[in-house]
């Protein structure tokens, strides 16, 4: 009962959020920074910010996070950062031997007004930047926007700085995958392949989020997009842009500056979004489906047709990122469940254009966006009128515990579970791997509740 003092009137807020759906915008930053290949992320700001920021990507991907910070102090505060990050791009170049430094602001500095192209620029001059070596910048105050935007920012940045148009075009395909696992994208690489397109994939965090253990240290793991590969997305014949908050930004960038046409899609979570990836994909590269995605979708639609009557009108609640929401939101309601509460603390427009027709077939069906979109307000609702299961990230097991509703954790930050930086969500596997965890915690409910006359072997 530690959330026992939620009341359940809910009044109207203006100036008050409890609990946010959200969290802030250098996360989402650091996060894509480290989807390029030797790339060291660098919070320009106080100690303070880089860690919390480094701790809670370690919590949720168990991997050590490395991060620079720019360290700074009253002075740094009162007088600017410039003199700490020319100092910090030495240092870092010296020691730790980055290909790129990707630097991100934080309150603090942005409040100052630090510009930092400016400071760039200087390091440069002044040779503290060692030839073939980068330092790109991604602006991320955490007062507007969220983690997500932090993280749209920082991908829009690797296309500003170095993405080229030589007009000759290559026969690939871009995909900015959006703010999804190592492990979707992994999944998403591989349906790419065996479609039989090549592709450029941007930022890419696994096998540096789900690095194995080999016994010798790597400062910074195997994989990420290589700067050639960057470059090499303004020759693509089409950007592939999943998830409308986290990678349209950069793919719009990317059609004005090098003339790549953008496709707008949903991450593809579940049956019709995987369809539509894997419909435009074919249709972009103009190569046939083959026969083995189709068997994979035919194995989820098995699953889906055999065990459809226990999700049949479950009232579901969900908390999270726009982007995710929207395709999740999309199964459910394909399988037969009822997205009820859906909140999520990120701005932008597209969900709240987008979750109308979504949620058409489900007319109680509430749903909310901005800074008073939290999870109070979810408890809430869920005292008024009960869920059978809650989607959400970690912070919702405290809601879920008081009001006794199975957590089927998703999104970010999951710090209490493991799996899902090696299991994908995405694709029609990912979809697989979603009613596993969807049937089983409804089913270990019912058993866990069952009376002992109806408490049954099979099911
Ligand atoms: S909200 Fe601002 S001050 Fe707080 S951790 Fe995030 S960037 Fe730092």
Redo the contacts with the bound molecule.
Sequence with gaps: MLLRHTPKEVKEREALTINPAK?????GAMYAALGIHNCLPHSH??Q??CS??RSMLTRHYKEPVMATTSSFTEGSAVFGGQANLLAAVENIFALYKPDVIAVHT???SETIGDDIPQIVSKAVEEGKVPPGKFVIHAN????IGSHVTGFANMVKGMVKYFSVRTGVKDNQVNIIPGWVEPSDMREIKRLTAEMGVKSIMFPDTSEIMDSPQTGKFEMYGKGGVTIDELRASGDSIATLAMGHEASVPAGELLDSKCKVKLYELDVPIGLKATDRFIKTLSDVMNVPVPESIERERGRLVDILTDNEQYFYNKRVALYGDPDQLIPMCEFLVDIGMRPVYVVTGTPGKYFAARMPEVLKDIPEAKFRQGPQADMFLVHQWIKNEPVDLLIGNTWGKYIARDENVPLIRFGFPIMDRVGHSYFPNVGYTGAIRLIEKLLNAILDKRDREAPEEKFELMF
């Design positions: 969290t802030c915008q250098p996360i700001g106080s303070g910010c919390y920021h934080t309150c603090l991320t105050p955490s007062y």
